[in-house]
């Protein structure tokens, strides 16, 4: 299995323009999570999925961010725009369970590293 | 609300000598937790689960943790560090009640130094 891939996996941008981060899942699962960590804030959870649909975004920082499923095997958050503190590492994570269950294993990608300048 | 504290941003062991964790946890209800590792560069993966079965849970990689209910305690122990158990680790709740969609709840993380 080739694992929750995460593209790019460095990104470096200007502030005041757009950032799109884009998330695979590991196929088969329902569940799919965006995390951001930086140093002074530790791992958010910013969004999760579950079968597709938008469960809790209580995480978003504000409103120039946003997140899509379009379908089980995509995801997108995008950043717009983006601004020198957004800069964080930001990891998809997926995990099987329909409906999210509560034991299931988070499996995480490699991060994208994101700077805005 | 629920919530986890990891006691000690920093541990620095030597290679052979115990590892110690601690993990103190917060909740109305008993808990689901885990225990999640971080190599530097890369995403987290999971060590072990505590889901209401054996208090004594084992992981990967020689790591066990014990649930104690009484201390509210979900530490992580492994009885010979190695070299390449340097990583960050993170302990995790899923918060009650247990239907909101398998989210999870991270402490602070613990950053392990294994010296030669």
């Known amino acids: 299995d080739a694992g929750v891939i995460q593209s790019p996996r460095h990104e470096v941008t200007e502030m005041g323009q757009e950032v799109t981060l884009r998330c695979k899942p590991i196929s088969g699962h329902n569940s799919l999570f965006w995390y951001r960590q930086t140093m002074m804030r530790g791992l958010e959870l910013l969004i999760y999925f579950n079968n597709n649909v938008p469960i809790d975004d209580s995480g978003m920082p504000e409103d120039r961010f946003s997140a899509k499923m379009p379908n089980a095997s995509f995801s997108t958050l995008k950043i717009q725009p983006s601004e020198p503190r957004d800069s964080a590492v930001y990891f998809c994570?997926?995990?099987?369970?329909?409906?999210?269950?509560?034991?299931?294993?988070?499996?995480f990608g490699p991060g994208t590293r994101l700077t805005v300048l | 609300a629920q919530s986890v504290t990891q006691l000690g941003s920093h541990v620095s062991v030597s290679e052979g000598a115990l590892v110690l964790l601690r993990c103190n946890y917060s909740?109305?209800?008993?808990?689901?937790l885990f225990w999640y590792v971080q190599y530097p560069n890369q995403g987290l993966q999971l060590l072990l689960k505590?889901?209401?079965?054996?208090?004594l849970v084992k992981g990967i990689n020689g790591f066990e943790a014990e649930f104690k209910k009484s201390e509210t305690s979900f530490h992580l122990t492994k009885p010979s560090a190695h070299m390449r158990d340097a990583a960050e680790y993170f302990c995790?709740?899923?918060?009650?009640?247990?239907?909101?969609?398998?989210?999870?709840?991270f402490g602070q993380g613990t950053e392990l130094s294994v010296k030669p």
């Open positions: 995790a709740v899923s918060p009650a009640p247990h239907n909101q969609g398998g989210k999870l709840i």
């Open positions: 909740s109305s209800v008993p808990p689901y």
């Open positions: 994570a997926s995990s099987p369970g329909s409906g999210g269950v509560p034991t299931d294993t988070q499996y």
């Open positions: 505590y889901t209401s079965a054996a208090t």
